[in-house]
């Protein structure tokens, strides 16, 4: 079931990570681009086969406030809580609703007022709500504005993407830089290298290799759980082959009665197989069912992707475990019908 579970799982995963990355994404992210240098290096992208890029302002601030509320470390008790207010933020302010985010409550904000935009996930985790004030440290000013909607992301877009959104008013004559983010083919990778040598303050970060990076690592660590995983297995052979050997001189006196009524050695060898490959099957099913079950558990409710059913995980799980029981079986039983029946007969 573990290793059914691990073939499951991964592959789910592969195949939903594949899916909600459009071919497409981008692949590249460039940071710390300078307000006068926004025009150049929208114009050199293009010249370089980008389409044209999105940029976004991208302003570093620390939450210090909600409402009245000064927030530190110890505000929150979960990690993730007090890993977020340590650090800066990654704001933004755009007058528009960026693509792929979709409020899910209250509504985008005017520019009447100092107000923001909360990620979802952002708000849960900090207990955020509609209408808390936020007052954030940039650069040695502060700049307050009042939640006025939450949204959520598509973060298998691989667009860029920001936990809280500022509109223009919040963020009146504060310092900015740009960022963007587009796809590079292979082919044009070389680019790259010029790019960053005519813009030599600009850090660009390489996605794709970074993902394939991850992958690999993913892959290593799960071949290695797999590697454990078969010694489990192997110790359920054992076991058969335990059981089996305890219930050897029984199996042995039953063989001897069976073939002095006439059965033949052939239909008691057929008898066993038949045996072993129940039992086998039946442990591949329960494995292949409790791993399905499971697997679907995770993908609803844990990494929120579609489940595929996937009929040849029982296929799978019926075949190893047949072999098992044979093997295990075969170990144990094999010399139970080659003493001749009489012999069997005067010693039980």
Not at 91 to 104: C, E, G, H
Request: aromatic letters at 10%; hydrophobic letters at 45%.
């Amino acid at each position: 079931m573990a290793l059914l579970l691990l073939a499951v799982v991964r592959g789910d995963l592969v195949t939903a990570w594949r899916t909600a990355t459009p071919p497409d994404a981008p692949n590249r992210f460039v940071i710390n681009i300078q307000p006068d240098q926004k025009a150049a290096i929208e114009q050199q992208l293009v010249r370089n086969g980008v389409t044209k890029p999105l940029m976004y302002p991208m302003i570093r601030g620390r939450l210090i406030k909600v409402n009245d509320q000064t927030i530190t470390a110890e505000t929150y008790p979960e990690d993730r809580a007090k890993r977020l207010v340590n650090r800066e933020f990654n704001l933004s302010t755009m007058a528009d609703l960026p693509p792929k985010n979709r409020i899910v409550s209250g509504h985008w904000y005017s520019d009447d007022r100092s107000e923001a935009s909360v990620e979802e996930g952002l708000a849960k985790t900090l207990n955020l709500r509609l209408g808390d004030r936020l007052t954030f440290d940039i650069a040695g000013q502060s700049a307050q504005a009042s939640i006025t909607s939450i949204r959520k992301l598509d973060w298998g877009s691989m667009r860029v993407n920001f936990f809280v959104i500022l509109n223009p008013r919040a963020v009146k004559d504060l310092p900015y830089t740009w960022i963007t983010a587009f796809y590079l083919p292979a082919t044009r990778a070389g680019f790259i290298n010029g790019f960053t040598r005519d813009f030599p303050n600009l850090t660009v970060i390489d996605v794709g290799n970074v993902l394939k990076q991850i992958q690999g690592v993913v892959d290593q660590v799960v071949t290695a759980v797999e590697f454990l995983f078969l010694f489990t297995l192997a110790s359920g052979v054992l076991v058969l082959y335990a059981a089996l050997v305890g219930s050897q001189d029984e199996r042995t006196r039953e063989a001897g009665l069976l073939r002095a009524l006439g059965a033949t050695r052939k239909q008691l060898s057929r008898a066993q197989w038949i045996e072993f490959g129940l039992v086998g099957g039946l442990a591949g099913i329960l494995a292949a069912t409790g791993a399905a079950a499971v697997g679907w558990a995770l993908a609803k409710f844990v990494f929120d992707f579609e489940w595929v059913f996937q009929p040849e995980v029982w296929l799978a799980g019926v075949a190893v475990g047949a072999t098992c029981a044979f093997s295990g079986g075969w170990i144990g039983l094999r010399n139970v019908l080659n003493q001749p029946p009489l012999q069997t007969l005067r010693e039980a």
